[in-house]
């Protein structure tokens, strides 16, 4: 099992519904978990970080983790064109402090 | 703000060349990470220093090193290039299990 896994999509959604990703983790990876957005050519942004169990909500993106099934999931809300990018779950290592493992990322494209 | 800088942008190399890419970072950060990114495979850890004067290997350190050169700078660099090293390479930066600040990559291809 990868430690950061990721539907790579590409995930199709209309202009102003909701878009779903998930991420699932295994046991060597932390609780500290964050949600990168990349367009196409450029670096990774990010977009949110989430620490403990439960729901976090930033304007039209909410992070859900969940520490017993092990999965950490995004929803956007009113989805844009702009929205259209690979988002990539990142979460901390338990083996070494400070290391990261990325999933594959998600391919969003939002239709209008 | 300049935040993460990564010299060159672009490079083309010829097998059996050497180079090194350049990372500086102005945040101030103990951390500083070099990763790969290839079509369909994420960012994929090469090295990381977790504070100034260490280093460690991730998950594909071969046919590289590094440099932790001093708090701001992090270098890797290729001793002798290979094909299967053309890539978009990323160098990041953060502060302790904080959030990593990206720049803006370096896309090398290797003939």
């Known amino acids: 099992q990868k430690e950061v896994e990721q539907n790579s999509g590409p995930l199709s959604v209309p202009e102003g519904a909701i878009a779903s990703l998930n991420c699932t983790y295994s046991d060597r990876v932390s609780q500290s978990f964050f949600w990168y957005r990349q367009y196409s050519g450029k670096s990774p942004e990010l977009i949110m970080s989430i620490y403990s169990n439960g729901d976090k909500e930033d304007g039209r993106f909410t992070a859900q983790l969940n520490k017993a099934s092990q999965y950490v999931s995004l929803l956007i809300r009113d989805s844009q064109p702009s929205d259209s990018a690979t988002y990539l779950c990142?979460?901390?290592?338990?083996?070494?402090?400070?290391?990261?493992?990325f999933g594959a990322g998600t391919q969003v494209v939002v239709t209008p | 703000n300049a935040g993460v800088t990564q010299t060159p942008k672009f490079q083309v190399l010829k097998t059996g060349q050497s180079m090194t890419l350049q990372c500086a970072q102005d945040m101030n950060h103990n951390s500083m990470y070099w990763y790969r990114q290839d079509p369909g495979m994420g960012l994929r850890l090469i090295y990381y220093s977790a504070s100034e004067g260490t280093t460690d290997k991730g998950e594909v350190p071969n046919g590289y090193n590094v440099s932790r050169l001093n708090k701001r700078e992090f270098s890797l660099r290729l001793e002798s290039a290979a094909p299967s090293q053309t890539s978009v390479y990323f160098c990041?930066?953060?502060?302790?299990?904080?959030?990593?600040?990206f720049g803006d990559g370096t896309r090398l291809s290797i003939l």
């Open positions: 990041a930066s953060s502060e302790r299990d904080r959030d990593q600040h």
């Open positions: 990142a979460g901390l290592t338990t083996d070494s402090w400070g290391k990261f493992q």
